[in-house]
């Protein structure tokens, strides 16, 4: 299971600038839409050996006058309740401060590994004025300049002795791994339980069990599946408000271990702001996306309900125009029994290997229907295609000028590549190379 890492710290101290700093970099990998929403306060780390979740509180911080005292409050919740280990984040230019003094005993009541960072240290001036920070009483600090990277490479060092590596589990063949998630209150549990009431499907006991959610295991058509099921571990009690806005973290270690994400909409609430960070991490992670209206029961609906929601949901997600939508209602059991069949569908298109003489032949006619544009005085050729991976269906294609192919005729192939073998409900990416 993936660790969580969380930056901790006043305001200003430049927690935002390390998130930032230790996000990978963008691969050249084209997947169907550019320019997902970048204001993202989580994100998965995979540039270090063991890949790690990273939460940047201060992308969280609420405008008030306390400000500061609100921040802590939120943040040491978050410290208890979501995160594995912490950064704790401190600035060089400060000094130590009592705000600092009291986020770091809030830390040492928990039992989990902290980080004590000094920020700011650019150079070996800032350096002498980290003894300051020895009165905390901690023997070890990091001195670090999240804006220039000084210091990072210590601090990921150590991170990694204390992060257990991923186990490499083989996977189980023909298993397919949906995860449910959405927020609060939008009827995951409902739907959990209509689906595996559903007489088709024999569940098994439960199988794996983590803090976050529960597997259960059924067959369904002669296929396994396994259901990562994130409401399946009822927070009430545990969970305080605060951190509810927080609890994507949840949603994104599920999405994790998924291969399809079945996303709840509330069709009373239409897509928030959250629906669409989650639905981000499940794009950039090319996971399969099928999105479930639920509760289309309680709208007053006339001939526009639906057409006036899927415009919604299809403006909302607009680098989402291939995931499918259903409209369902756990409390009546309205089309509860069309997910697995949408989910048979979709799992076929992820899973599917096109054969290499018909990806090729498909080429030829993309491109002599429609030829690229000049890379200058040269022309663009395209050599040969072939399928690096499934889930989700990766195409390489190789070229003179990888580097020159147009963004817009990256797109007209993903659409052709789409159309022509029948993979338009789930994420399709194209890489474009040189001549091996
Ligand atoms: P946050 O509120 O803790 O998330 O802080 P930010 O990441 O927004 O940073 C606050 C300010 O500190 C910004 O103006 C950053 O440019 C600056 N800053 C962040 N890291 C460094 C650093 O390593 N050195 C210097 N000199 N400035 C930094
Ligand atoms: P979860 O927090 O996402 O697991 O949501 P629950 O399954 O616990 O449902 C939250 C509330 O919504 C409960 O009171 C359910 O009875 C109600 N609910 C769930 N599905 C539906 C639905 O399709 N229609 C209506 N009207 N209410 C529903």
């Not at 060089?92 to 928990?110: F, S, W």
Request: one cysteine or more.
């Amino acid at each position: 299971m993936i660790k969580t890492v969380a930056i901790v710290g006043r305001p200003n101290v430049g927690k935002s600038t390390l998130f930032n700093k230790l996000l990978k970099k963008r691969k050249a990998i084209v997947e169907d839409f550019p320019g997902v929403t970048r204001d993202r306060h989580y994100a998965e780390v995979t540039r270090f050996l063991t890949p790690f979740l990273l939460i940047d509180t201060g992308g969280f911080e609420p405008i008030s006058e306390d400000r500061l005292l609100i921040q802590m409050r939120e943040q040491s919740q978050l410290a208890v309740e979501e995160a594995d280990i912490i950064f704790h984040m401190m600035d060089v230019k400060d000094g130590l401060t009592p705000a600092d003094i009291e986020i770091a005993k809030m830390l040492r009541q928990i039992n989990k590994p902290v980080f004590f960072l000094v920020n700011k240290v650019d150079g070996d001036k800032q350096e002498l004025d980290t003894v300051d920070f020895y009165s905390l009483g901690i023997d070890k600090f990091y001195p670090v300049s999240a804006e220039h990277g000084r210091g990072i490479t210590d601090l990921i060092d150590d991170l990694e002795k204390i992060l257990p590596p991923v186990p490499e589990k083989p996977e189980p063949e023909n298993e397919i791994r949906m995860a449910i998630v959405g927020r609060p209150n939008v009827g995951k549990s409902s739907l959990v339980n209509r689906l595996l009431g559903y007489e088709r499907v024999v569940a098994n006991p439960v199988s794996g069990t983590t803090r976050d959610s529960i597997d259960t295991d059924f067959t369904y058509n002669q296929q396994r599946y396994v259901l990562i099921d994130t409401a399946g571990i009822r927070r009430k009690g545990r969970i305080s408000q605060t951190v509810e806005k927080y609890s994507a973290v949840t949603a994104l270690k599920a999405m994790d271990r998924a291969h399809i994400v079945l996303m709840v909409l509330d069709a009373a609430d239409g897509v928030t702001d959250q629906d669409l960070a989650v639905a981000g991490y499940a794009y950039e992670k090319g996971r399969a996306l099928i999105l479930v209206v639920n509760k289309w029961d309680l709208p007053e609906k006339d001939d526009q309900t639906m057409g006036k929601f899927i415009s919604e949901v299809q403006r909302r997600f607009k680098y989402l125009p291939f995931a499918p939508l259903l409209f369902v209602s756990a409390l009546t059991g309205q089309r509860v029994n069309k997910i697995m069949s949408k989910v048979e569908e979709v799992a076929l298109e992820f899973n599917k290997r096109i054969p290499t003489a018909k990806l090729n032949q498909g080429l030829e006619e993309f491109v002599s229907k429609h030829p690229p544009s000049m890379a200058g005085d040269q022309r663009i050729k395209f050599y040969y295609a072939a399928q690096a991976a499934v889930r989700p269906p990766t195409f390489v294609l190789f070229s003179n000028r990888p580097d020159k192919i147009h963004f817009s005729y990256q797109r007209y192939l993903v659409n052709c590549f789409r159309e022509k073998f029948n993979l338009d409900q789930v994420p399709v990416r194209l890489e474009f190379k040189g001549r091996g």
